[in-house]
């Protein structure tokens, strides 16, 4: 009758067990957005888990000394419990008596140790994780209570543990860190698209609009070397030109050169002027004031300042004064939704792949717009902006077509976190514009390894 009762004794322990493990796991893996959200309509099960949550380490430890109890005392009730249980078939089985009670302690013991495993720490664990908040909201009044009343020993153990931690030259927290970073977000878009949770479009637009904020001004603009401009002293009938042979409809003007930036023209103005006066007047008379920002102006108030003002185009300067290029609202947008295909637009005139695997990438385009184009990760660095730069900064000189410069890539990783093998990008210059890269042609691959003579 006693073994019995022990063995009852050791269901409840394993069921408490479970409990704990439950609200550890549920704890730790709980959105905390949901949480906050049900404890607002009144949930009481969801306030008193922002209750265990804003003491979370103090909860853990409980839930890790309540396992640690729970199995210790499942050890030393179960197994007697079922060793005793088991010596009766064991002997009227006809197993020698010498052998009974070794038998009956490791049947006890394997039989304890498969209960506890399975439904105190397996199942309230994968529970918790498949089901964290509902988890999280039936355990609560149990784990708190319990915390509550070893508190003591609690606070003592966590007290020498933070101790050992600082020592170690880190600050114990108390809470886990809600918030994310880009990086962790953006990485977080990435792997919900992989697994199906997220659109892939979805993804990628919350990416693009994670990154808007850190980029500048300069990185986005069409520099000077391929803008389209106009003469302040021109007819008004070369800004109609202008606009059927380029396509645009907004063009910076000038003076002599296009450092001398003195306004800024719309197709519109010069089309309001009559036709048989469009050879008289001048592009200056038509012109407005130019809205010039720096190269390092972040998007989000170049998109704010091109709005309020209405034209669409700003003048980007460099630091000491000179003008860099131009950056219209249209290359802002561009950088959240992607490239944006109109009627003069020119589709895969940045980037084409050819049937040899090999992409024809603009030396203008910046790593990122590569990678979005040709999905190869270009290295990023402060010494240079664009695939130009980056063939010219391993180069070491200017650049002459032909030359090849290879660069290791990123590491990356497969969706179950195992790294990839290790690749490298081929870059070779297809075509100069002067003496600046007009093409480049790109080839990534794995990394050869020497073969190594036995």
């Known amino acids: 009758m006693t073994e019995v009762l022990y063995l009852a004794l050791s269901l409840l322990l394993v069921a408490a067990c479970g409990g704990f493990v439950a609200a550890e796991f549920a704890f730790v893996t709980v959105d905390r957005a949901s949480v906050d959200r049900a404890a607002e309509s009144g949930d009481r099960g969801a306030q008193g888990v922002q209750s265990a949550l804003r003491a979370l380490s103090t909860q853990l430890s409980g839930a890790q000394v309540g396992i640690t109890v729970t199995n ?41 140790t498969v209960l506890t495993m399975l439904f105190g720490e397996l199942v309230p664990k994968n529970l918790a994780i498949a089901k ?20 003591i020993p609690i606070r003592a153990l ?27 977000l953006a990485s977080l878009a990435r792997r919900s698209a992989s697994q199906g949770t997220l659109d892939a479009g979805t993804a990628v637009l919350m990416e693009r609009s994670i990154s808007f904020a850190d980029r500048m001004a300069g990185e986005i603009m069409t520099p000077r070397v391929r803008m389209d401009s106009v003469r302040a002293s021109a007819p008004v009938v070369e800004v109609v030109e202008a606009a059927r042979r380029t396509g645009h409809s907004r063009f910076p003007v000038v003076l002599e050169s296009d450092d001398d ?38 998007l989000d108030p ?15 300067v460099d630091e000491y004064g000179g003008t860099a290029g131009v950056v219209t609202l249209e290359d802002v947008v561009e950088e959240i939704v992607g490239d944006i295909a109109d009627e003069h637009d020119r589709l895969g005139s940045l980037a084409r792949r050819r049937r040899d695997g090999t992409v024809s990438v ?13 999905g190869i990760e270009l290295p990023e660095h402060d010494d240079y902006d664009t695939v130009a730069g980056l063939v010219m900064q391993r180069l070491g000189r200017m650049a002459e077509v ?47 390894r020497p073969e190594v003579d036995r």
């Open 362 to 374: 603009s030396g203008m385009l910046r790593p990122d717009e590569v990678q979005s184009a040709t």
């Open 261 to 298: 930036v003195v306004g800024a023209v719309h197709v519109k103005n010069a089309v309001a002027v009559p036709a048989v006066r469009r050879h008289e007047v001048t592009v200056g008379e038509v012109m407005v004031d130019p809205t010039v920002v720096p190269e390092s102006l972040r």
């Open 132 to 151: 964290p908040l509902a988890t999280a909201k039936a355990t609560q009044a149990f784990q708190r209570g319990f915390t509550a009343s070893v508190a």
């Open 402 to 448: 032909g030359d090849v410069v290879v660069v290791p890539l990123p590491p990356h990783a497969d969706d179950d976190g195992e790294p990839l093998p290790p690749c490298e990008a081929e870059l070779r210059v297809e075509r100069l514009d002067g003496l600046r890269i007009d093409r480049v042609a790109l080839v990534a691959r794995e990394v050869q």
């Open 158 to 184: 966590n007290g020498s543990a933070n101790a050992i931690v600082r020592r170690l030259g880190i600050e114990p927290q108390e809470e886990l860190r809600s918030a994310r970073n880009a990086d962790e």
């Open 302 to 316: 170049l998109l704010t300042l091109l709005r309020e003002e209405g034209f669409q185009m700003a003048v980007v």
């Open 72 to 112: 210790l005392a499942i050890g030393f009730l179960a197994e007697p419990a079922i060793a005793q249980l088991v010596d009766g078939p064991l002997e009227a089985a006809g197993l020698p008596a010498s052998w009974v009670r070794p038998v009956s302690i490791g049947l006890g013991l394997a039989l304890a």
